[in-house]
C-alpha cells in the first residue's frame, strides 16, 4: 500500500521568506510526527500530532515554526522567515500509535535550502 | 527525559564479518526501542523493535538486537555483513510520554 508522501522533495528559498512542506500519511495511522534531520545531528523531535488531541509542540525551535492537521490526515509544516539554520532535511512520520509500542512510518523528507 | 547514544560515528566492516552497532539508551520505566536504517536520499525505514518478551528480537533483512537491561544497551548485529548494508542506522527509545528519541546515527560502510 501506500506510504508516507512528503511534497516538495526539494526546496530552495531566500533567506526571510516563508516555506510550506505537506505530509500524507498512511491512511487509518492516527498520529503524526514532524522532525528536522540536519548533518551530523541525527532527527530532532519537532511536533506530534495525535488524533482530536492538542498536538505536542514541544520540539519546535521557535515562533517562526507552526504546524498544522487538517482532518486527522494531511499535515502542513510552516516555517515563516526562514534563516539560513533551518536549513536541513525535514522529515515526517505516521503510525498507529495505539500505544507507545507501535513503529513509525518516514516518509522520504523534503530537502530545505535556504540562500 | 528519554535519550540514546550511538558511541561510533562509523563502523568499517569487510564484507561477510560479523557486523555490531551499538546503542545505549537512557529512559524512565519500561522502554520501547527501536532500530531504522535510512539509505542515501531517502527516508527511514523500521527495521526492529524490542517490547517486552524474549531478549533477542529478530528484524528485516537479516538483522537482530539484543536488549540487555543492566546495562541499558540494545545493539544491532548481523551475523554476515553485505555491501548493501551500508547505510545510516539509528538507535530510538519510546517513554511514557510516546517522545521517539533517536541517537545521533552510525554510518555503516561495508567494504567488499
Known amino acids: 500500500g501506500a506510504g508516507v508522501s512528503q511534497s516538495p522533495s526539494n526546496k530552495v528559498t531566500e533567506k526571510g521568506k516563508d516555506v510550506e512542506l505537506r505530509c500524507d500519511p498512511i491512511s487509518g495511522h492516527t498520529a503524526l510526527y514532524w522532525y528536522r534531520q540536519s548533518l551530523g545531528q541525527g532527527l530532532e523531535f519537532l511536533i506530534y500530532?495525535?488524533?482530536?488531541?492538542?498536538?505536542?509542540k514541544s520540539g519546535l525551535p521557535s515562533d517562526r515554526f507552526s504546524a498544522e492537521r487538517t482532518g486527522g490526515s494531511v499535515s502542513t509544516l510552516t516555517i515563516q522567515r526562514t534563516q539560513q539554520e533551518d536549513s536541513a532535511v525535514y522529515l515526517c512520520?505516521?503510525?498507529?500509535?495505539?500505544?507507545?509500542?507501535?513503529?513509525?512510518?518516514f516518509g522520504p523528507g523534503t530537502r530545505l535550502t535556504v540562500t | 527525559a528519554q535519550s540514546v547514544a550511538q558511541p561510533e560515528d562509523q563502523v568499517n566492516v569487510a564484507e561477510g564479518n560479523p557486523l555490531t552497532v551499538k546503542c545505549t539508551y537512557s529512559?524512565?520505566?519500561?522502554?520501547?526501542l527501536f532500530w531504522y536504517v535510512q539509505y542515501p536520499n531517502r527516508g527511514l525505514q523500521f527495521l526492529l523493535k524490542y517490547i517486552t518478551g524474549d531478549n533477542l528480537v529478530k528484524g528485516s533483512y537479516g538483522f537482530e538486537a539484543e536488549f540487555n537491561k543492566s546495562q541499558t544497551s540494545f545493539h544491532l548485529k548481523k551475523p554476515s555483513a553485505l555491501v548493501s548494508d551500508s547505510a545510516l542506522y539509528f538507535c530510538?527509545?519510546?517513554?511514557?510520554?510516546?517522545?521517539?528519541?533517536f541517537g545521533k546515527g552510525n554510518q555503516v560502510v561495508v567494504i567488499p
Open positions: 512520520a505516521s503510525s498507529i500509535d495505539r500505544d507507545s509500542s507501535y513503529e513509525q512510518y
Open positions: 529512559v524512565s520505566g519500561n522502554p520501547y
Open positions: 500530532f495525535q488524533g482530536n488531541s492538542a498536538p505536542d
Open positions: 530510538a527509545v519510546r517513554g511514557w510520554n510516546n517522545r521517539l528519541a
